[in-house]
């Protein structure tokens, strides 16, 4: 058996939010050559990364939002906000 140091792992962990106000919710529109695509705020982890260090980033980049924890050891629950936007969105477990 060969031991290899790639980083990439075995199966690719996506992390995503569902951000709501209202009865509304955050999609990201892309175009893609096969058709629109809408989905969740968020991306694939890289390797060794936090599923909530990841969320963190893919949110800042998309949305130009900060994501800080909630609540200690629960992964899911956080609090998200734009400066001025009025959005806000929570979760409790």
Do not use: W
């Amino acid at each position: 058996m060969t031991k290899t140091t790639d980083p990439t792992p075995a199966i690719a962990v996506r992390t995503c939010a569902a951000i709501l106000r209202g009865d509304e919710i955050c999609l990201i529109h892309r175009r893609r050559p096969g058709g629109d695509q809408y989905s969740l705020p968020g991306g694939l982890l890289y390797p060794d990364e936090e599923a909530s260090a990841g969320l963190a980033r893919e949110l800042k980049e998309e949305l130009d939002l900060v994501l800080q924890p909630h609540l200690e050891n629960v992964a899911s629950a956080f609090v998200v906000g734009a400066a001025g936007s009025g959005l806000a969105a929570s979760s409790e477990a």
